[in-house]
């Protein structure tokens, strides 16, 4: 993989530099409510447009439907990228049209252009190779040398992520070089006991990941809204709480080879339960209740994980040596479900453990909650990449920069 040092030792003055960044960052209306993914990235960037480069940002953010849609547009994150840059950042209105091709012939050297959110396209997201083959051929028009440095994405085998880099010279980004350099530490001499939690709402992305770290981790911690799969798992009903219920089998699986193999799976004992899905806007008091895990009522949905479960996760880290954290306990953007995550992050900063938290919504939710960064390990801007990473596969993003 050429590095973003042999690219810069060889030259960009002048060339159209696309920077492929993971700038998905959670939003409050067109708020950032967390601008760790764009502060990861700013480095290449700032190096870039420092050695002369045009530097042609471009990013996904949230899960449009591959057409325009204005709740997912780019424009927030293009305006703070500008303000960490300290510098005007161009804003494309659109992919590969007009405005795109425009705010990139309009750019100088050293100057930073965002264009808009890739999913637009329905090309980026696509399962066939020639949709996104094509529609790599319209991004490939707008530069020159390819930086590969969203580590976030790099497990999706998309048009920006995978078939560009084919197409242009390319190298890897310093971020993607520092999350990689960590999570190879978590593949190899791991110190014991390794104990992974696990939670968060991107249940089928990342149920399938527990099968590989059966053979690596000692402990695994469920919560978040992967927890009702196992809680159904075990035979207990879960009300409306979020459940994946074709995967039941396969969790019944996980839990009798973690029996065979001597790995403690921990599922909560107690749960936060409420009638509806709270109001993240206006944060209202939603009143939930607290109930023992194998009791959700049939018209409840668990936000949560309960005060006990807080206790028994706390304990089951205060001994690891090493600790993989990735999604929330609970619906942490609300304050009355923030309690589970808080008290796993308090734990990883009172334990001695090596703690790498990934993703973007763990990673923001330890920062909005008020933890300092730096009493952690690692935070990693992947979350499905940095388990995927940890699954041993071979990345589709990452394979790309590799000749
Ligand atoms: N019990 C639950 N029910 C529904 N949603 C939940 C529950 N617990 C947590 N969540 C939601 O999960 C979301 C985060 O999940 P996600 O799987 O996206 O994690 P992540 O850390 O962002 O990883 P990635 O980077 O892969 O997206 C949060 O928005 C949170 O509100
Ligand atoms: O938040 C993430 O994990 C990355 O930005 C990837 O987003 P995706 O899961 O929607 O592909």
Redesign the pocket.
Known sequence: MKTIDELLAEGVAGKRVFVRA?L?VPLDGTTITDDGRIRAVRPTIAALAEAGARVVVAS?L??PKGTPDPAFSLAPAAARLGELLGTEVAFATDTVGESARATVAGLTDGQVAVIENLRFNPGETSKDDAERGAFADQLAELADVYVGDGF??VH?KHASVYDLPARLPHAAGGLIATEVGVLKKLTEDVARPYAVVLGGA?VS?KLGVIDHLLEKADRILIGGGMAYTFLKAKGYEVGISLLQEDQVPAVQGYLKRAEELGVEFVLPVDVLVAGEFPDLKTKAPAHPTTVAADAIPADQEGLDIGPETRKLYADKLADAATVFWNGPMGVFEHPDYAEGTKAVAQALVDSEAFSVVG??DSAAAVRILGFDENAFGHIST????SLEYLEGKTLPGLAALED
């Open positions: 993971d998905n996904h949230g899960r976030g994405a999706r991107k992305d993703g973007g992947g979350g499905g990449a």
